[in-house]
């Protein structure tokens, strides 16, 4: 069922208003630091999907913009050199998601040679979709929202399933990051163009560009750059967290609500990060595949907060150093946002695609509680966007009661942190959950291995 279109800021039923501590990077425009002095980590797993081949050796030289990483099956990306120079090792190397995962270390030779054919432009307007997608899949794309889905294959939908429109995420709800708002008031024509890509691809759908109303001068610049553009509407939300989540954004764009385990086709809608459709503008009219990151380095242990631009493969903790450098012992440091990054031990890791910000927290920002007696009062129902019963859920999770986990919906969880950051009890909702679904998941794989070799 549609919703009646209103002026008023749309949203979803749920979800909460933490402090957005954005002051500390909206305001600064984006730092260009593209000459990293450090060697360069290519992860061979930037993306949902199958892990890439890595294709050089050790003592080759590379060329920017030279596949490292071929893509293995059609859920998989490949991973190109964001600089040239000799590759050092090809061997295992901690990733931002806590793992040793094989990756390719390079030696910046600071000389930026490219391989041939860089900067090819394409008249899109000329394309098919088949040829669009192929240039899109070979440059790399992937969505920078954090899942790093990749972008063809969201693009790809079932024969069946009519896509009628195509949302640009620019909500930005977690607290600190300031990136992609960034990206919309510096180069929001890239943004427009990318998006209009997508649109050619699908003829019949509507595009949205989605930004909170915490973001006046994005939401301002974007309507004056589309007032020409009759299949793109700029949208405001409502401020409130997860107005990012996919499913939640379709709700509050043009009111649908995606079925439980079910995807964005299913009702006819794509959503794309902002920068993943400023890189599939980069492809397409820039010939340039997905070599750099705009990220956030930001909190009270670091010098300074920051917006960088960065070649992927950079070391975390050289970009730390570059905003100033570290002003106290760490608290914590999490890759992403507060509420639903990841939690890192070292800063020795590289940028990835997926790595839209770094937060280094000193002891005062570390809010870290004892957990106490459930007194059910209900707040994290309420909170819940999905609309389950996370007091539940937690309890058939520390039971490991699997069956009445999934019977209760607990596997269409987001994981995005609401029930916990309300809870007065602070119980750990959300660690419980990823830990269930996680073992449901690991089950299911067995189930299905021991079928298959029953058959077998």
């Not at 909460?16 to 990077?25: A, L, N």
């Amino acid at each position: 069922m549609k919703r009646t279109l209103f002026n008023a800021p749309r949203t979803f039923k749920g979800g909460i208003h933490p402090p957005d501590f954005k002051k500390f990077t909206e305001g600064n425009p984006i730092q260009m630091y593209m000459d990293p002095q450090e060697d360069l980590v290519f992860p061979m797993v930037q993306h949902i999907g199958a892990p890439c081949k890595p294709l050089v050796k050790k003592g080759d030289e590379c060329l920017r913009g030279q596949i490292i990483g071929e893509a293995q099956g059609w859920v998989s990306s490949p991973i190109h050199s964001s600089v040239s120079g000799r590759v050092k090792d090809v061997k295992p190397m901690l990733h931002p998601n806590g793992s040793k995962v094989m990756s390719v270390i390079i030696e910046n030779d600071h000389m930026y040679r490219e391989v041939e054919g860089m900067h090819q432009s394409h008249d899109y307007h000329q394309m098919s979709k088949e040829e669009i997608l192929s240039i899109i899949r070979e440059a790399g794309v992937v969505g920078m929202g954090g899942a790093g889905f990749p972008a063809h294959v969201k693009l790809s939908p079932p024969a069946d399933k009519k896509i009628d429109a195509i949302i640009v995420n620019g909500a930005e709800c977690e607290p600190y990051l300031s990136s992609d708002f960034r990206l919309l008031i510096e180069e929001p024509t890239k943004v427009v163009e990318g998006l209009k890509i997508v649109l050619h691809m699908f003829p019949e759908a509507k595009g949205y560009i989605a930004i909170e109303d915490n973001k006046p001068t994005a939401l301002a610049v974007m309507r004056n750059l589309t007032l020409e553009e009759p299949r793109i509407q700029v949208v405001a939300l409502k401020t409130k967290y997860p107005q990012g989540g996919e499913k939640q954004l379709i709700d509050a764009v043009i009111g649908r609500e995606v079925p439980s385990g079910g995807l964005p086709a299913d009702v006819g809608c794509i959503v794309h990060n902002t920068d993943t459709v400023v890189a599939i503008y980069r492809a397409l009219l820039e010939g340039r595949p997905l070599m750099r990151r705009v990220i956030t380095i930001a909190g009270g242990a670091v010098a300074h907060s920051v917006t960088f631009k960065a070649r992927i493969g950079t070391s975390i903790r050289e970009l730390v150093e570059a905003a100033g450098g570290l002003v106290c012992p760490p608290s914590k440091i999490i890759c992403g946002g507060p509420m639903m990054g990841t939690a890192l031990f070292s800063l020795d890791v590289p940028v990835t695609k997926g790595t839209a910000g770094i937060l280094v927290f000193d002891p005062a920002e570390d809010h870290i509680t004892r957990e106490s007696a459930c007194i059910r009062c209900g707040k994290c129902v309420s909170a819940c966007p999905i609309h389950l019963m996370p007091l539940m859920l937690n309890q058939f999770a520390l039971d490991m009661d699997w069956s009445s986990f999934e019977k209760y919906h607990g596997m269409d969880c987001i994981e995005c942190g609401s029930c916990a950051y309300i809870c007065p009890a602070k119980r750990h909702l959300t660690q419980t959950f990823k830990a269930g679904k996680r073992m449901i998941q690991e089950q299911r794989r067995k189930a299905a291995a021991e079928k298959g070799g029953s058959h077998g």
